[in-house]
């Protein structure tokens, strides 16, 4: 949350405080947090801190927007891997 509040925005605060407020209960649901993943989202967050500690917005917004990008494909593999199981389990 300290990103948001940095950032000045009340909207930015209110979507992060909303989605912080609520993403957890799809942790189990759509990540498999597995260590490949632990690791991507540790290393991917140092990297965020370090450009805006740094003031490098523009490197900052890429990070952060190919972070999201990133776990949204680890989601949606997720989701198709339950899909297949679930199929799986009808036949």
């Given at each position: 949350?300290?990103?948001?509040?940095?950032?000045?925005?009340?909207?930015?605060?209110?979507?992060?405080h909303s989605i912080?407020?609520?993403?957890?209960?799809?942790?189990?649901?759509?990540?498999?947090?597995?260590?490949?993943?632990?690791?991507?989202?540790?290393?991917?967050?140092?990297?965020?801190?370090?450009?805006?500690?740094?003031?490098?917005?523009?490197?900052?917004?890429?990070?952060?927007?190919?972070?999201?990008?990133?776990?949204?494909?680890?989601?949606?593999?997720?989701?198709?891997?339950?899909k297949g199981e679930?199929?799986?389990?009808?036949?």
């Open positions: 949350m300290n990103m948001a509040v940095i950032s000045g925005n009340p909207i930015y605060i209110s979507v992060l912080h407020d609520n993403i957890h209960r799809y942790y189990d649901q759509f990540l498999a947090i597995e260590n490949h993943e632990l690791r991507d989202n540790y290393q991917d967050l140092c990297e965020i801190i370090q450009a805006v500690e740094n003031g490098q917005a523009d490197l900052a917004r890429k990070l952060a927007r190919n972070h999201v990008l990133r776990f949204s494909r680890y989601m949606g593999m997720r989701t198709e891997e339950d679930r199929i799986k389990v009808e036949d």
